[in-house]
């Protein structure tokens, strides 16, 4: 047991899916693993560990913002040995060309800060993601037919931003969607020599302010699983 996490020794598996909502956690091990059982309920981040095609996962809340993904992921590589995780969220869309549903898979992140920014110091580090991950995760979302870009993203530390300028910025320079957790979810694993991807849903988009209604947001959130579940284990 952890701080922040109930769940005995043995019962947190290598592999790893991190939605930020914890009942999307429990969703998705209801809907894909089989034998879910709950590991943790410590300040309501459920967590549920199973197994996929007979390999053992475990779908844990992540909390929103970088600080509180941070606070899990540390604790679900160091105290637990997990080796593979995966971020399984939603975005919003910085460019024309993407569209609700589709999915975005991070290969870097653009940030102003994360929790791990004091370890740097003067230092830019460049939060990326496993190429296995990304490669493994790209053919899962082509194979399932489903509309997926890759590339960088923007990981904002605040949900109500004040900055149009900077969203304008980020958009000028390619930034394919905003989000909350991705850049300190790799930097933490690239410290721990983790294995890390965020996958993510297109729920809103901030040119033409179009919204997914929620039922088609957790039917675009099972898609998700799906590829994150199919690159996990691609061999």
């Not at 300040?43 to 549920?48: A, N, S």
């Not at 475990?58 to 993904?69: E, K, P, V």
């Not at 549903?101 to 830019?124: H, K, M, W, Y």
Request: hydrophobic share 40%; glycine share 8%.
């Amino acid at each position: 047991m952890t701080i922040h996490i109930g769940a005995k020794p043995g019962e947190i598996a290598e592999t790893v899916l991190m939605p930020g909502d914890p009942l999307r956690a429990k969703w998705a091990a209801e809907q894909f693993l089989e034998d879910a059982v709950c590991v943790n309920q410590v300040r309501g981040m459920l967590g549920y560990t199973g197994t996929f095609r007979g390999a053992k996962v475990t779908i844990h809340g992540s909390g929103m913002g970088m600080a509180s993904l941070s606070i899990y992921a540390n604790e679900l590589i160091r105290d637990y040995g997990a080796r593979t995780l995966i971020r399984v969220g939603s975005a919003g869309a910085m460019q024309p060309q993407i569209g609700l549903r589709d999915i975005v898979l991070a290969q870097c992140c653009t940030t102003i800060t994360t929790p791990s920014r004091g370890c740097f110091r003067e230092v830019n580090f460049a939060p990326c993601a496993d190429y296995g991950l990304l490669s493994a995760a790209h053919r899962a979302a082509t194979g399932q037919g489903v509309r997926v870009h890759v590339g960088n993203i923007y990981s904002s530390d605040v949900f109500y931003d004040e900055r149009p300028d900077l969203n304008e910025t980020m958009q000028r320079h390619g930034v394919l969607c905003v989000e909350m957790e991705a850049a300190e979810l790799y930097t933490v694993a690239a410290r721990h020599r983790a294995r890390a991807l965020a996958v993510l849903t297109i729920s809103d988009h901030l040119l033409t302010r179009d919204a997914l209604p929620s039922q088609d947001r957790e039917q675009s959130f099972g898609e998700m699983i799906k590829i994150a579940l199919e690159a996990a284990f691609d061999t």
